[in-house]
């Protein structure tokens, strides 16, 4: 069988004080933490659209990635991406994929041709996944780059394109299940608006919540298993994206009767488009019971779109990994690799460093979480600030038997008020140390 990464080996855990870029300096897949292995907690995914048939191109320049599949086309380019996806992952010991539908195989002239090649390819893709035990962490379809997606997908004032959508969503819930994928994703890539002038945005939600329905009652229909997930966007490609951010899409799924269908799938780098840190959208999903999934990411600050780049901020993948293990875990979701190689990085040695650099990011972000959240010191020093809610008056407030005017009355005995230190520059030194000495 033909080689797509010729002279790169499985890569190998080496331990930190490795110069060799193609091996893990933190990620040991089968080192125990917290209790169970690393790749446990981490369940690291390929995402098959930026890997795959990402080009390197931008808005200025053409594509520029070299890959040894340079040359094909049509089916047989998607074919030998199969086998080349697998190589690669097999080589990254990596145990799971996402996927749109269009980037596994193309569109063709009609939906009827579209279908046939995704079941083509879709025969070759599960007999890798049964050779290789890798296993699919979700899929989803792509309803944002066809021309006839304009306007939108369920959001769109055309009734056919709903429709349409609706064909692509049902074969890519009826793929996802017949390859045993963990979760399926929606993300409305142009579910919002250019302009309010002429939007009717109270029909283009109520059609949207209309469409997730139609979509839930077709996967138990189906036997589908596994877990629906919104991805909060909040522009980009539109002006406004109706999936702004988690507490946005909480309200519209409670509006809708959808809160105990679908959770998030939480993406760093959309996190910061919205005006938020990655761990508040972990945290506000989190606290809600939605924390489902991650796509593992980072944006450049200074510039304002979606680099999608590879994570390399260790104080985010720890704070991201410090919710993770608040929550539990994160399976059935994982940690998605939505992330691309800067266009100057094209060769393909490139991509395989900044997996590892990736997945050695959260590595040792876990590493450091864990012993953070083990020590206590956040949590203790939160459960400090707030002891006022525990006795007296302010356990009244929480137990609900406190009114305005048995408050009113306290306050006029106790006007004298005092408060404590938030410490913030402390405890930011102290997930400093602890990322420094761990």
């Given at each position: ?67 040894s599949y340079d040359g094909l086309e049509g089916m047989e380019l998607a074919k030998a991406r ?123 939600n109520d059609n949207f919540a209309r469409f997730l329905h139609l979509a839930k009652d077709y ?165 400090k600030r707030y002891e006022s809610y525990t006795t007296g008056i302010g356990k009244e407030i ?41």
């Amino acid at each position: 069988m033909k080689e797509y990464f010729p002279g790169i080996n499985k890569i190998k855990f080496e331990g930190e004080d490795s110069n060799n870029p193609l091996a893990f300096k933190y990620y040991d897949a089968e080192k125990i933490v917290a209790g169970k292995p690393m790749k446990d907690h981490l369940r690291f995914s390929m995402s098959y659209w930026h890997t795959m048939t990402g080009e390197g191109s931008d808005p200025f320049g053409m594509g520029t990635m070299e890959r040894s599949y340079d040359g094909l086309e049509g089916m047989e380019l998607a074919k030998a991406r199969v086998d080349a996806a697998f190589e690669l992952m097999e080589k990254l010991g990596m145990e799971y994929f996402c996927f749109h539908d269009l980037d596994i195989s193309p569109e063709g002239n009609s939906l009827k041709e579209k279908e046939e090649n995704l079941d083509i390819i879709v025969d070759l893709i599960e007999d890798k996944m049964k050779q290789t035990g890798i296993k699919l962490l979700w899929g989803t379809t792509n309803g944002f780059s066809n021309p006839r997606f304009v306007h939108g997908a369920s959001t769109a004032p055309n009734a056919d394109v709903f429709a349409f959508a609706a064909a692509q969503v049902k074969k890519a819930i009826e793929i996802t299940n017949r390859l045993g994928g963990e979760n399926y994703v929606f993300w409305g890539g142009r579910e919002g608006y250019e302009t309010l002038l002429n939007t009717d945005v109270a029909l283009e939600n109520d059609n949207f919540a209309r469409f997730l329905h139609l979509a839930k009652d077709y996967a138990n229909k189906i036997g589908f298993k596994g877990q629906f997930l919104i991805e909060p966007k909040p522009k980009e490609p539109t002006k406004h994206q109706y999936d702004f951010d988690t507490m946005t899409v909480l309200g519209f799924l409670r509006k809708y009767g959808l809160e105990d269908v679908i959770k998030m799938n939480i993406e760093a780098n959309h996190a910061t488009l919205a005006g938020h840190t990655f761990q508040h959208e972990l945290l506000m999903s989190r606290i809600n019971g939605v924390l489902g999934s991650i796509d593992a990411n980072q944006g450049d600050m200074l510039l304002g779109w979606d680099t999608d780049q590879f994570p390399t901020n260790i104080y985010d993948a720890t704070m991201c990994m410090y919710e993770v293990l608040k929550n539990g875990g994160i399976a059935p979701g994982g940690l998605n690799f939505d992330s691309k190689v800067r266009r100057g990085s094209f060769q393909s040695d490139d991509l395989f460093i900044s997996y590892i650099v990736g997945m050695d990011t959260f590595a040792k972000g876990l590493l450091v979480a864990d012993k953070l959240y083990s020590d206590g010191v956040l949590e203790d020093f939160i459960s400090k600030r707030y002891e006022s809610y525990t006795t007296g008056i302010g356990k009244e407030i929480v137990d609900g038997r406190a009114d305005f005017e048995t408050l009113a009355e306290y306050a006029k005995n106790n006007d004298q008020i005092k408060n404590s230190s938030g410490r913030q520059e402390m405890l930011e030194g102290i997930v400093n140390q602890f990322i420094y000495k761990n």
